[in-house]
């Protein structure tokens, strides 16, 4: 029982457990130039960065997911956030969503090689975005529902990373 976090944990909590922290801790990302609520007072900035979210939103669905996007779309009205979801809500709210598709070429294999893995990444916007996260939604069930609820995703989106820029 228990042991070092690096040993015990899924990267979903790993990354998890990194939101929270830099989400709270005064001096961390998420905290800077968040405005002290008893005094006004800015907290003092730090340099660009970059956070990188493995599997963030991995066994996390419903409110728990929805509180996770708002976390990260606050996160990143600081410094350049890179999260790998699978989770509609989650990238509903990202600025820049990008699909990355992981497959392999046969040819190699049959060549006694091997199979060799081809990764393609491709920016979706507007329709196609709406696709992909009625795709992550649902797979091919229910696609005309599927892409009402991704559309609804997405004016939801642009309302919470709206309201987060208000508060810096």
Do not use: W
Request: with cysteine.
């Amino acid at each position: 029982m228990g042991g070092d976090v690096h040993d015990v944990a899924s990267s979903g909590e790993k990354s998890r457990f990194l939101l929270a922290l830099e989400s709270s801790l005064p001096g961390c990302v998420g905290a800077v130039r968040r405005r002290n609520l008893h005094g006004g007072a800015l907290l003092p900035s730090v340099p660009p960065i970059a956070v990188i979210y493995d599997e963030i939103d991995a066994h996390v669905g419903g409110s728990a997911a929805d509180a996770l996007a708002t976390m990260l779309a606050s996160q990143a009205r600081n410094c350049q956030i890179v999260a790998i979801t699978h989770s509609p809500p989650v990238g509903a709210l990202a600025d820049l969503h990008l699909v990355v598709r992981k497959s392999y070429n046969i040819d190699e294999f049959n060549k006694g090689v091997g199979p060799r893995t081809v990764v393609n990444v491709t920016e979706v916007d507007k329709s196609e975005r709406r696709l992909e996260l009625a795709r992550m939604a649902s797979g091919d069930l229910a696609t005309s529902e599927a892409q009402m609820f991704a559309e609804a995703l997405i004016r939801e989106g642009v309302i919470r990373r709206d309201a987060t820029k208000e508060l810096y």
